[in-house]
């Protein structure tokens, strides 16, 4: 697949490390000398410096001969016309990055007139992860697949009884689940049953719904779902309008605090029964003024990760019983399970999870990536065309970084061992460390087909799942 980026920033460059892998190639262009640099240096991609508008330097380059263009610029209008000329010269799909609330009401009408075949919206994904994580019945991530039937969550060791200082195979009441890996000091580790589970670990387990639900209520961390009623919002951008707005809608008092007067007034006049306070959210008296102790969530989306991640340990002292930080700088995603942060969310990378999903077609029904994109995990639907099909997983020859962990076979959910067989329409969720993506891709590429990437080529020139 031939791809161009337009935009080299944090999201421009996640997605340049996550396409630039097997066959790909991978075009990114910006005005920044600097940031091209950076892009150089660490991926193996071409880098032009333009202004992504410009016809000319799209004829140059040859945008006909592109199956995709993804406009990721700071600018919405820009990232709209980007998608428009590229389609007009003749390239076959386009996805824009559009943020702003106005836009998004009208994103079906903007798209067919624009000629985008794929808006992504990063405020507005990440405000509906963050409520999913608040409203469901305990505190840490968890990944649906198959239709809800199979869950992957990820449990901090301590917080289970009876894990730390155990070896995998020693642990007692896990039927029917995987642990896929184990996220220690921030590095993902493949674990075999002879690992073991240290203290602050993050283990990643995977299984049937009800599995993992009795598992959770195990977890001394488990919170009701019905005691989320109050929750106060550290900043008033684009990502605590969408917050503020999806709550509200929920029946759920939402207190926002703000530090710009104007942005202040937009919001009260945007949003319907939301309490919105126009001062410094970092300054405890203002916090204690706001009655922060009797919160049950608070949530820091402010620009700076730094001011987040303080503002929620500073809430976490108060007494609230879940807090959220909105983090941007992939250095400090491996700090955050030392920190005592419930969830610390990624706009970056549900972003880009939402674009490799699109990207991949219809085969791939959701892209999770984890840990800054060290892993991701993705449920593929089989394919009778897949070379996968009807052998033993023992005998795929899968790499150490690859797991299938669950299958989905005739409503049944199935936690596999090196004697299971995937039959086409089976879904199946794969558990894949960032260095072995072009194998993933490879292993499961239709033999009659063109694999992840074959809705952008039309018309162009377990794992060791059991440990068994």
């Given at each position: ?5 337009i ?27 600097e ?25 140059e ?22 998608c428009s000329?590229?389609?007009k ?10 943020r ?7 994103k ?5 007139a624009?000629?985008?075949d ?16 608040l ?19 990820d449990f901090?060791?301590?917080?289970l009884?009876?894990?730390v200082?155990k070896?995998i ?22 674990p075999?049953?002879?690992?073991s ?12 719904r009800?599995?993992?639900e009795?598992?959770a ?5 488990s ?19 969408y ?28 949003l ?17 003024d ?5 919160m ?8 700076f990760?730094e001011?987040n ?5 500073i ?6 019983k879940?807090?959220?930080?909105k983090?941007s700088?992939?250095s ?35 892209v ?44 049944k ?28 891709e ?15 080529n039309?018309?162009?020139?377990a ?6």
């Amino acid at each position: 697949m031939k791809t161009m980026i337009i935009g080299a920033g944090k999201l421009g460059y996640k997605l340049a490390s996550a396409l630039s892998t097997g066959d790909n190639q991978v075009t990114v262009v910006d005005s920044d000398s600097e940031v091209l640099e950076k892009v150089s240096e660490h991926l193996d991609v071409m880098v032009v410096k333009a202004n992504g508008v410009q016809i000319d330097m799209l004829k140059e380059l040859d945008i006909k001969s592109y199956n995709l263009v993804i406009a990721v610029t700071d600018s919405d209008e820009t990232n709209m016309i980007i998608c428009s000329l590229a389609k007009k010269l003749g390239c076959d799909k386009t996805i824009a990055r559009v943020r702003n609330p106005e836009y998004a009401r009208q994103k079906n009408f903007i798209a067919q007139a624009m000629g985008i075949d794929y808006i992504v919206n990063p405020e507005l994904a990440t405000a509906k992860e963050i409520i999913r994580y608040l409203l469901k019945s305990y505190s840490f991530y968890s990944g649906d697949f198959a239709d809800g039937r199979i869950l992957m969550v990820d449990f901090i060791a301590d917080c289970l009884p009876g894990f730390v200082g155990k070896k995998i195979h020693e642990l007692e009441d896990i039927n029917d689940l995987l642990i896929v890996a184990i996220s220690r000091n921030g590095e993902v580790i493949i674990p075999s049953g002879s690992s073991s589970i240290l203290e602050k670990d993050i283990v990643y387990v995977i299984g049937k719904r009800e599995n993992i639900e009795q598992l959770a209520k195990r977890c001394k961390s488990s919170l009701p779902t019905s005691s989320i009623r109050k929750v106060m919002i550290l900043g008033g951008g684009k990502l605590g309008y969408y917050l503020a707005e999806k709550l509200s809608d929920q029946n759920i008092f939402v207190k926002i605090i703000e530090q710009k007067k104007e942005r202040c007034e937009y919001l009260s006049e945007k949003l319907n029964g939301v309490l919105v306070i126009c001062g410094d959210g970092t300054d405890p008296s203002l916090l204690d003024d706001e009655d922060i102790s009797n919160m049950d969530a608070f949530i820091s989306v402010t620009g700076f990760d730094e001011e987040n991640l303080l503002m929620t340990l500073i809430a976490k002292q108060a007494g609230v019983k879940k807090v959220i930080a909105k983090i941007s700088k992939p250095s400090y995603e491996k700090i955050i399970e030392r920190l005592g942060v419930d969830i610390a969310i990624s706009p970056i990378d549900i972003t880009a999870s939402d674009i490799l999903k699109y990207i991949r077609g219809g085969r791939a029904v959701s892209v999770s990536l984890l840990l800054g994109g060290q892993a991701e995990v993705t449920e593929i639907i089989a394919d009778e065309n897949m070379p996968i099909i009807g052998k033993p997983l023992s005998q795929l020859g899968l790499p150490e970084g690859i797991i299938i962990g669950a299958i989905a076979h005739r409503g049944k959910v199935i936690i596999p061992n090196g004697s299971s067989v995937i039959t086409p329409g089976d879904r199946f969720v794969v558990f894949c460390l960032s260095s072995e993506i072009a194998a993933l891709e490879a292993i499961f590429k239709r033999v009659k087909g063109r694999g992840f990437g074959e809705l952008w080529n039309r018309g162009k020139g377990a794992g060791k799942s059991a440990r068994s």
